[in-house]
């Protein structure tokens, strides 16, 4: 069986109705995977697809799309399933066509994602491990938020990055940030269900203007993780912030824990991309050292 025919079989089994699909559609503007879309005329599905070994990277996805879509409030793509076909792995979800934000597309994505950190459990962490792009994300449970942040994110990051050769400087000033930083976490957050890596590139609208996200790094964790990374390449505009303030204002100390949160995606950057990210790994170390 070709490639297709597997996932078409798979499609079928898991919505019990015949799928014979026409010819995929390749679509561009993945980071990290292709896309495709996989119609039979009626029927419309996103499929990604990547490495055999990446399987468990889509099953962490669809875990992490389903428990999104589970707090009922922002639009989330329907994960259908995900296998191996042919040497490689696959995950399908609903296709959704994208639109345009509207007058409003902003302030509805500000209360939605609002809403959405609302969705809480007793630890920090998730029942499973992820990615963050193709890196792996560890999410074992802690109730202290400091702790796991210090463990399971920046000392995690570090480790990776003496692991590629970023050892000296960085190594020495994340040390000593990791030692020192709980001073600047002087809050106490709850375990808010987050997306995880909600950059400008992992939210668009629907046809009606409906907030979409997806592609998401779940765990629960201090919501003002996902703002904060909201911020990291260009934000989402002051409708969208306006919006997120009126339904759940943020604790003094925001603008500081901004960049310390920050930091753990320009450390992963810099893991997945290169040393084009060691100087603003550094420097922001440097300024939150500054800090405490
Ligand atoms: P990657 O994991 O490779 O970064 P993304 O999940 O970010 O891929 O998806 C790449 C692009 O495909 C997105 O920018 C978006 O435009 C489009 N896309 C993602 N999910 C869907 C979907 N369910 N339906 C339609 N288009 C989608």
Same mark, same amino acid.
């Given at each position: 069986?070709?490639?297709?025919?597997?996932?078409?079989?798979?499609?079928?089994?898991?919505?019990?109705?015949?799928?014979? !699909?026409?010819?995929?559609? +390749?679509? *561009?503007?993945?980071?990290?995977?292709?896309?495709?879309?996989?119609?039979?005329?009626?029927?419309?599905?996103?499929? /990604?697809?990547?490495?055999?070994?990446?399987?468990?990277?889509?099953?962490? @996805?669809?875990?992490?799309?389903?428990?999104?879509?589970?707090?009922?409030?922002?639009?989330?793509? %329907?994960?259908?399933?995900? =296998?191996?076909?042919? *040497?490689?792995?696959?995950?399908?979800?609903?296709?959704?066509?994208?639109?345009?934000?509207?007058?409003?597309?902003? @302030?509805?994505?500000?209360?939605?994602?609002?809403?959405?950190?609302?969705?809480?459990?007793?630890?920090?962490?998730?029942?499973?491990?992820?990615?963050? *792009?193709?890196? +792996?994300?560890?999410?074992?449970?802690?109730?202290?938020?400091?702790?796991?942040?210090?463990?399971?994110?920046?000392?995690?990051?570090?480790?990776?990055?003496?692991?590629?050769? #970023?050892? &000296?400087?960085?190594?020495?000033?994340?040390?000593?940030?990791? @030692?020192?930083?709980?001073?600047?976490?002087? +809050?106490?957050?709850?375990?808010?269900?987050? +997306?995880?890596?909600?950059?400008?590139?992992?939210?668009?609208?629907?046809?009606?203007?409906?907030?979409?996200?997806?592609?998401?790094?779940? #765990? #629960? =964790?201090?919501?003002?993780?996902?703002?904060?990374?909201?911020?990291?390449? &260009?934000?989402? &505009?002051?409708?969208?912030?306006?919006? #997120?303030?009126?339904?759940?204002?943020? %604790? !003094?100390? $925001?603008?500081?824990? /901004?960049?310390? $949160?920050?930091?753990?995606?320009?450390?992963?950057?810099?893991?997945?991309? =290169?040393?084009?990210?060691?100087?603003?790994?550094? %420097?922001?170390?440097?300024?939150?050292?500054?800090?405490?």
């Amino acid at each position: 069986m070709t490639q297709w025919q597997i996932i078409a079989e798979h499609v079928t089994q898991t919505t019990g109705m015949p799928f014979y !699909p026409l010819e995929p559609r +390749h679509i *561009g503007g993945g980071c990290i995977n292709t896309g495709v879309r996989l119609t039979d005329g009626e029927r419309v599905y996103f499929v /990604k697809l990547n490495g055999a070994a990446l399987l468990d990277m889509f099953e962490a @996805e669809s875990d992490g799309l389903k428990e999104m879509a589970d707090a009922s409030v922002i639009r989330v793509p %329907s994960p259908l399933c995900c =296998g191996l076909s042919n *040497g490689q792995s696959y995950l399908v979800m609903e296709f959704i066509e994208m639109g345009h934000a509207g007058r409003s597309g902003g @302030e509805s994505a500000g209360r939605q994602l609002a809403a959405m950190h609302r969705a809480a459990q007793p630890l920090f962490g998730w029942r499973r491990d992820n990615t963050i *792009g193709s890196t +792996h994300q560890p999410n074992q449970q802690r109730d202290n938020w400091i702790d796991f942040w210090r463990e399971q994110r920046l000392g995690f990051q570090l480790q990776l990055a003496a692991r590629n050769g #970023y050892r &000296g400087g960085l190594q020495r000033q994340g040390e000593r940030l990791l @030692e020192r930083f709980h001073v600047l976490i002087d +809050h106490q957050p709850q375990p808010s269900l987050l +997306h995880g890596d909600l950059w400008g590139g992992n939210l668009a609208y629907d046809r009606e203007g409906n907030p979409v996200i997806f592609d998401p790094a779940v #765990y #629960y =964790g201090d919501r003002e993780a996902d703002l904060a990374m909201t911020e990291l390449f &260009g934000g989402f &505009g002051n409708h969208f912030y306006d919006a #997120y303030r009126e339904s759940r204002p943020l %604790s !003094p100390g $925001y603008s500081t824990r /901004k960049n310390l $949160y920050n930091l753990y995606h320009i450390l992963n950057h810099l893991n997945l991309f =290169g040393g084009g990210y060691l100087g603003q790994a550094t %420097s922001m170390i440097d300024r939150l050292l500054a800090e405490v």
